[in-house]
């Protein structure tokens, strides 16, 4: 099999993986407690946003992967998509360990910024995994406000 198809799969595993650790256990429990915007999803959806989220990171992953380690950008992108992956990760330990929608909130505003320097270098060298990044960016934008409710509508909750 193709070394950059392996590669991207074990970003996109150990992601995952590394996802599933931090957000420990009690996840559905503590989803109960909080209280919701009425534009949430169901919990059905927020999986499939999960695995939408990881074929983004693949299609990126295997993309840049391909290109010569050379080409202006590349290793930026790379570099910013794995920080991406980790970053993804650290949020489940803030929102659901830490329980902290105040900083889960903020911290997702530096994620966001992370995610756009990310888009940007992919950009430069392809502008197909650019446009997948994209897409992703533009959920953010709702991921971002649904956050900020989140935080408000629970901590009024008293």
């Known amino acids: 099999?193709?070394?950059?198809?392996?590669?991207?799969?074990?970003?996109?595993?150990?992601?995952?993986?590394?996802?599933?650790?931090?957000?420990?256990?009690?996840?559905?429990?503590?989803?109960?407690?909080?209280?919701?915007?009425?534009?949430?999803?169901p919990l059905w959806?927020?999986?499939?946003?999960?695995?939408v989220y990881y074929v983004?990171?693949?299609?990126?992953?295997?993309?840049?992967?391909?290109?010569?380690?050379?080409?202006?950008?590349r290793n930026a992108a790379l570099t910013l998509l794995v920080g991406v992956v980790v970053l993804n990760a650290?949020?489940?330990?803030?929102?659901?360990?830490?329980?902290?929608?105040?900083?889960?909130?903020v911290f997702s505003l530096i994620y966001s910024i992370v995610v756009i320097a990310c888009w940007y270098c992919l950009f430069q060298f392809?502008?197909?995994?650019?446009s997948v990044l994209g897409l992703y960016t533009v959920y953010l934008l709702y991921a971002n406000v649904w956050g900020y409710r989140v935080w408000r509508l629970s901590s009024s909750a008293g």
Do not use: H, Q
């Not at 990126?60 to 950008?73: I, K, M, N």
């Not at 392809?126 to 650019?130: G, H, R």
């Open 56 to 73: 983004v990171v693949f299609i990126c992953a295997y993309r840049v992967l391909r290109r010569p380690a050379t080409e202006p950008f």
């Open 126 to 130: 392809d502008t197909l995994a650019a």
């Open 1 to 41: 099999m193709n070394p950059n198809i392996l590669t991207a799969l074990a970003v996109c595993i150990v992601g995952a993986l590394l996802e599933g650790l931090c957000a420990g256990s009690g996840v559905k429990k503590y989803l109960g407690e909080l209280r919701w915007p009425s534009f949430s999803p």
């Open 90 to 105: 650290v949020w489940n330990v803030l929102f659901f360990r830490a329980k902290n929608l105040k900083a889960t909130f």
């Open 45 to 51: 959806a927020w999986y499939t946003i999960g695995v």
